[in-house]
């Protein structure tokens, strides 16, 4: 079969031979390479046709998948805040029930100390005051838990303030009860009492200006009250004595003993040991006598010794 090409500018027609072999395979490649080409154009057009809109649901599955791990974060994050939220309540009634009893504390001590009630109210507010700071960043809490922190602290600050008010009334109590004569120096009876006597060695009509605690000899004499012994040698008729100043006006005096265990300018607590009892002075016996002194005059003992510290 063969095929004749006349060209349109004049020139010799051209004849393809299509039973020779080489220009039939040449043809074939050149079908095959244009249909190729077809396809691979077809294919690229629907590509592009196609891809926007592909994308896009790929994009809105990504999105879906992401939005629900999120949910599942937030879930996961609110069980966690109402599981702190539990707990800071629980925590919230431990600390009311602690405010309760710190109230009931107080109460009892300013009862114990004999305070005026009306001074320590624990049910009201101590006043107080400050200038206000606007540089300070809330962070808001649930209405019921915020109210509940926010009158616990309260409480707690009023309770601190009113606790402290009070340790100090009660130690400053303690301190001016142990600077005061109370209770007896040795343990013995009263053999004489203070005031007007019959003198013991000649009968005559005398001051006796302490009382007489008798006691065995050797028995041990303490301090009645905290102070410094501001003298600690023989007195004229006293025999060896020990005389502590108490401060406040009080000065105690201890008399007729028989060894001495203080010196001037020493320190001395309550109860503590300053002396053996004996007879030395103008003494019928061993025994104690025992003399308070309140702002430069000598007063009757026995109010002090009745009472307990």
């Given amino acids: 079969m063969q095929i004749i090409l006349v060209p349109r500018n004049g020139k010799l027609p051209r004849t ?7 220009l039939r395979s040449r043809l074939a490649l050149i ?9 691979g154009l077809g294919g690229a057009l629907a590509l592009a046709l196609a891809s926007p809109r592909d994308g ?4 809105i599955h990504q999105l879906k998948q992401q939005v629900l791990r999120q949910d599942a974060q937030l879930g996961n994050v609110r069980e966690e805040s109402q599981q702190q939220l539990n707990a800071l309540a629980v925590k919230l009634g431990q600390l009311q029930a602690q405010s309760t009893r710190l109230n009931a504390l107080g109460e009892r001590l300013a009862e114990a100390g004999k305070l005026d009630d009306r001074e320590f109210d624990f ?7 400050g200038v206000e700071d606007s540089t300070h960043t809330a962070y ?18 009023r309770q601190q303030t009113q606790l402290s008010a009070l340790q100090s009334l009660l130690l400053d109590a303690r301190l001016d009860a142990n600077l005061k004569p109370t209770g007896m120096p040795a343990q013995g009876y009263i ?12 009968g005559l009509r005398t001051r006796h200006t302490g009382i007489d605690i008798a006691v065995p000899l050797g028995s041990a004499v303490h301090a009645v009250a905290e102070g410094m012994v501001t003298y600690a040698g023989q007195r004229t008729g006293y025999g060896n004595v020990v005389e502590i100043d108490h401060g406040n006006g009080y000065m105690t005096r201890y ?13 001395v607590r309550v109860g503590q040991e300053i002396a053996t009892a004996g007879s030395t002075g103008r003494s019928t016996g061993p025994h104690v006598h025992f003399e308070v002194w309140y702002k430069g005059g000598v007063v009757n003992p026995l109010a002090f010794v009745r009472k307990h510290r």
């Fill in 31 to 39: 079908a095959m390479a244009a249909v190729l080409a077809c396809a």
């Fill in 191 to 202: 053999s004489s009492y203070f005031g007007a006597r019959p003198d013991p060695f000649d």
């Fill in 16 to 22: 393809l031979d299509l039973g020779h072999h080489p």
């Fill in 255 to 267: 008399a007729h003993n028989g060894s001495l265990l203080v010196r001037p300018g020493e320190r």
């Fill in 123 to 129: 049910d009201q507010p101590p006043a107080i005051g």
């Fill in 56 to 59: 896009a649901l790929a994009q």
């Fill in 140 to 157: 808001p809490l649930p209405p019921t838990l915020d109210a509940g922190i926010n009158q616990l602290a309260t409480q707690f600050q």
